[in-house]
């Protein structure tokens, strides 16, 4: 069995949800059942049906495709060759591209070249139509139409924060621009670490009415009352990764347009992408939906989205997102480089990497990644046991270069 | 003011939630939040608001419409004509067909004659993309299925509920057949008084996560938990309209088919109806679907079930549902005539009005209307402050029967 921080878990095949019998019957036995109350969503293996059927759980607001035709993609499949590219991870194991998937938790995987399908594959709860979870991949779905706005000078990022939520007056985000919320350079004294309890990440959760409250709960509320509470610790200007900035940034946009996130969803990308599937946003007990984190859409849109970002901000026909905006994420030519290499821009990963790719990243596996020389976008979601965003990086990086060098051959 | 049960409301013109500001802002202020934990989906006039957005305050279940294109209806509009029609209400009061909408506190209608669109009218925070909260019609939904389940021999309906499910041995369903349920005649110590606190319509509610629990809650915590707590009243064989029945008779349905109640609906109905949208149900928190009131649909598609009812199980080219199940419940021969003329069968309300009508009809003014006899089907939303299923039929009979005379002509 595959170990991870010291723990063994059922592997990739072995955690099946509909072999284990998840949620299966009417009613599922109590054994089998996964619950909001009895916070097992996030649990392992429950996360391999649950991220899959997010809006059975919680609260959730639909993001309409409107009534247009769906986009069509061609397909030139490549299956049984990409199924046996050969991989040699990070620590030197050398894999096939099938088993590279099962160990990365996949739930569903679509790679596009030149725009049409050439690999599609779904395992455990995932099916064509099913929106999956996006956790953290919603940020750059949200990034791109702040990104957007600014283009079409509704915002300016150059604004701080209170300018545009003057309730955020006293708190860390009073003296930071709109841009350093986008990029994720505040100092906030907030945590965000999956793996403790006692992190701010949970109490966030909480409030969101994503995690069930212990009796006598006395914290706040809502997401909004929550975003209230942070203070300021250190200064602003370096990178940090905690996703609270995201939802302040899609509270702005909220705020300045009078569009919920899902209404900009929607207006701006659903209905000219010409996705096939409605998707849903989480939303919390006030109302607010939650730009973080709390997206669940199909692979295929998820694809849509990839290759609309390739294409300079173009697809269905038609210029969706301003040229200048992807093209501004994508340059990688922004004063933060992380120590890895990577710089983030608009809450999106820029890899600096051999394809100039950029990458949209969410816990537990969720990636789209974007290889323009290549001519590339691969679409995965995952449900690996760990909350993580760089889990499985050894294996999936890998397997993204030897995809892309097959492709561009 | 209009007033109901000794109380006074705001009319169907100024209790429009945009009007009053419920829901809107980001976040909404908290005197216009309308919460699940606050408990303020029914009341009124949040409720303008609520039923046209249930799941973004509980979960829900997609009820999947399939990748085929919709069923187009021809349109014949006969709007101006339809408004000025002159009504008689049950008190001798004269009104126009548009006032009597307002009266009733429509969200939507939509009158179908010869199968064409000849009115469809939009009122409150109702829009055509978005489903609306059947409440009891849901019942019409599952009994039609379980009908076309006992035409297909998969299920039978002189056998006792414990046939197909064991574990309600014991309680008040031992002894009861399936026909009995799915006619409402069964003997049940069980109350459905939505006006009073302690009725067990609200227990009910509570096991099934649509109302929140207070403090030290120590009831049913699901659907299921509080069915099998049920014991028998008085004697099986006389009609007694108790929600309860549709739960067990939607549980066998689950049990014996193996495909939840969603799933039923999208395979019977929403796929080969063409439905314009995905449709949704209700969650509780174990996992089970609500077959008693669940499900939330578009006006269109609510139509599309109508239009199929009257044409005897034929829509889109297809035998939707099969015709002997149509004609049995449209026959009104079954041995219950109740005090008021109707007659019910397989969850559906048989009028013996002139046009044969049948009705499927849940609180707060939800109706579908099906006249063969005048060629016509009225699909109306509404969202009236008395939670009751006959409210507001002193002005709705009479605009129906107006209506269906008027097309007749």
């Given amino acids: 069995m595959p170990e991870f921080g010291g723990r063994q878990y059922l592997d990739g095949r072995a955690s099946d949800p509909s072999k284990l019998g998840w949620m299966r019957g009417a009613p599922p036995p109590a054994d089998k059942r996964i619950t909001f109350e009895g916070d097992s969503i996030l649990a392992f293996p429950q996360i391999r049906w ?3 059927h997010m809006r059975e759980l919680t609260p959730s607001v ?14 030139y499949e490549r299956t049984t060759e990409i199924d046996a590219l050969t991989i040699t991870d990070t620590d030197g194991r050398i894999l096939r591209f099938d088993q590279a998937l099962l160990d990365t938790y996949t739930d569903g995987i679509l790679v596009l070249h030149r725009g049409q399908i050439v690999y599609e594959r779904y395992f ?40 545009y939520l003057p309730e955020l007056r006293g708190t860390a985000w009073e003296d930071a621009t709109l841009r350093q919320v986008m990029d994720m350079q505040t100092g906030l004294a907030y945590t965000e670490v999956y793996g403790e309890e006692e992190s701010d990440i949970w ?25 209230g509470m942070i203070r300021k610790e250190g200064e602003h200007g370096t990178f940090e990764y905690k996703s609270v900035n995201t939802d302040v940034m899609a509270w702005v946009m909220a705020r300045v347009s009078g569009r919920t996130f899902a209404q900009l969803l929607q207006d701006r990308l659903w209905s000219p992408l010409g996705c096939e599937e409605d998707a849903y946003v989480h939303v919390d007990p006030a109302g607010m939906q939650m730009g973080a984190g709390g997206l669940c859409v199909t692979l295929r849109d998820f694809a849509r989205f990839g290759e609309m970002m390739r294409c300079e901000g173009m697809l269905n026909g038609k210029q969706v997102i301003p040229a200048s905006v992807v093209r501004d994420i994508q340059s990688g030519d922004h004063p933060a480089k992380l120590d890895d290499g990577y710089s983030y821009r608009s809450q999106w990963w820029v890899t600096h990497d051999e394809f100039g790719a950029i990458e949209a ?41 030897a995809l892309g060098r097959m492709l561009r051959a």
């Avoid at 639909?62 to 397909?75: I, K």
């Avoid at 996006?134 to 209170?162: E, M, N």
């Avoid at 109490?203 to 212990?214: I, V």
């Fill in 50 to 52: 649950s991220l899959s």
């Fill in 62 to 75: 639909n993001v309409w495709r409107g009534r247009g035709a769906p986009s069509h993609f061609e397909r």
């Fill in 124 to 163: 455990g709860a995932l099916e064509p139509h099913l929106p999956h979870a996006c956790h953290s991949v919603t940020k750059s779905y949200a990034g791109t139409l702040a990104a957007a706005l600014i283009a079409d000078d509704v915002l300016d990022d150059r604004k701080t924060i209170p300018h």
């Fill in 203 to 227: 109490k966030y959760h909480r409030a969101c009415g994503r995690r069930p409250r212990l009796a006598g709960y006395d914290g706040p509320r809502s997401l909004c009352d929550y975003l």
């Fill in 361 to 401: 990243r969410g816990i537990h596996g969720q990636r789209l990644y974007i290889a323009p020389d290549a001519e590339m976008v691969v679409a995965r979601f995952a449900s690996h046991p760990l909350a993580s965003a760089v889990i499985g990086d050894k294996i999936t990086m890998p397997q993204m270069t």
